[in-house]
């Protein structure tokens, strides 16, 4: 089975210029997780899905940061406009909501943003 | 509110060894689930094994295995003959079994090193 699937897997952009961060979870999965990982605050949740309808938004930094889960198998995080202080690595995660599959949160790859 | 702490923020093994990892937690709830995830140099972060709180019997994974301790809320992850694969971060994660409260929390992470 394909995992969760993001990108774009690197990229380097200007400050003020916009950021989008896209993530397609694994099919059937009824939960969609955006964390944020940096060296000073380690990994923290942003915002989290369910069904599509954002749940808990209150990790969202500022008014910069938007996210939008329009259909089931996919979801995009933007920022704009970009600043240096949002280089991290970004994690889209997600997780099945029936109870045999044991709550795990399964995380793709990651999107490293160097803002500059 | 739930936190994690890993008090060992380097460790180091010789290949074949077994090492173990420490994960201590505080909560006020009964229910709740605890992951350990690895995360290799590429930054993914991959489950390594789960346990939850309900069950008392340790969860083993192959090589890993963890000792859990509800009472002591300490959450420990032993790899036994240790590859140099398993050199990586590993982060220990608490999320709550509560409704509508799909939130991982991790420590900051142990940087494990394998020797040959």
């Known amino acids: 089975d394909a995992g969760v699937i993001q990108s774009p897997r690197h990229e380097v952009t200007e400050m003020g210029q916009e950021v989008t961060l896209r993530c397609k979870p694994i099919s059937g999965h009824d939960y969609l997780f955006w964390y944020r990982q940096t060296m000073m605050r380690g990994l923290e949740l942003l915002i989290y899905f369910n069904n599509n309808v954002p749940i808990d938004d209150s990790g969202m930094p500022e008014d910069r940061f938007s996210a939008k889960m329009p259909n089931a198998s996919f979801s995009t995080l933007k920022i704009q406009p970009s600043e240096p202080r949002d280089s991290a690595v970004y994690f889209c995660a997600s997780r099945s909501g029936r109870a045999i599959s044991g709550n795990t949160i399964y995380f793709g790859e990651g999107s490293w943003l160097t803002v500059v | 509110a739930q936190t994690v702490t890993q008090s060992q923020p380097e460790m180091s093994v010789q290949e074949a060894e077994t090492v173990t990892l420490s994960c201590t937690y505080d909560t006020s709830e009964s229910d709740y689930y605890l992951f350990w995830y690895k995360q290799p140099p590429s930054r993914q972060m991959i489950l390594v094994i789960r346990q939850e709180a309900y069950k008392q019997q340790n969860a083993t994974e192959n090589r890993f295995s963890v000792n859990f301790q509800k009472a002591a809320k300490s959450f420990s992850l032993k790899i036994s003959d240790s590859q140099l694969g398993d050199a990586a971060m590993y982060f220990c994660?608490?999320?709550?079994?509560?409704?509508?409260?799909?939130?991982?929390?991790f420590g900051t992470g142990t940087r494990l090193q394998v020797f040959p």
């Open positions: 994660a608490y999320r709550s079994a509560r409704l509508n409260t799909d939130k991982l929390i």
